[in-house]
């Protein structure tokens, strides 16, 4: 799938291939056409925000609305 990945804290996220995510039980997969980059995001993406891991590479965003397989609208 393509996302907007954080490869490396401090840089912009670049548009590329990432994994497709998988759903454990009790989860659903969610198509995400677009979400917001708020300043968290940027935060999270210099690693200076207090929730983020400092973990990369990561995909960009916090929130959204997108659609589950069955048509139903997800936010």
């Known amino acids: 799938m393509k996302a907007a990945v ?3 804290l401090s840089q912009p996220p670049r548009y590329e291939e990432f ?3 998988l ?3 009790g989860e659903a997969i969610v ?3 677009a979400v917001g ?3 968290i995001v940027k935060a999270l993406a210099s690693g200076q ?3 983020g891991k400092g973990e990369v ?3 960009a965003g916090v929130d ?3 659609k589950l397989a069955d048509g139903n609208i997800a936010s």
Request: aromatic fraction near 8%; hydrophobic fraction near 35%.
């Open 6 to 8: 954080v490869n490396t």
């Open 19 to 21: 994994a497709e995510p």
């Open 23 to 25: 759903a454990d039980e």
């Open 31 to 33: 198509e995400m056409p």
């Open 37 to 39: 980059l708020h300043p």
């Open 49 to 51: 925000h207090y929730s």
């Open 57 to 59: 590479p990561f995909i």
């Open 64 to 66: 959204g609305v997108g």
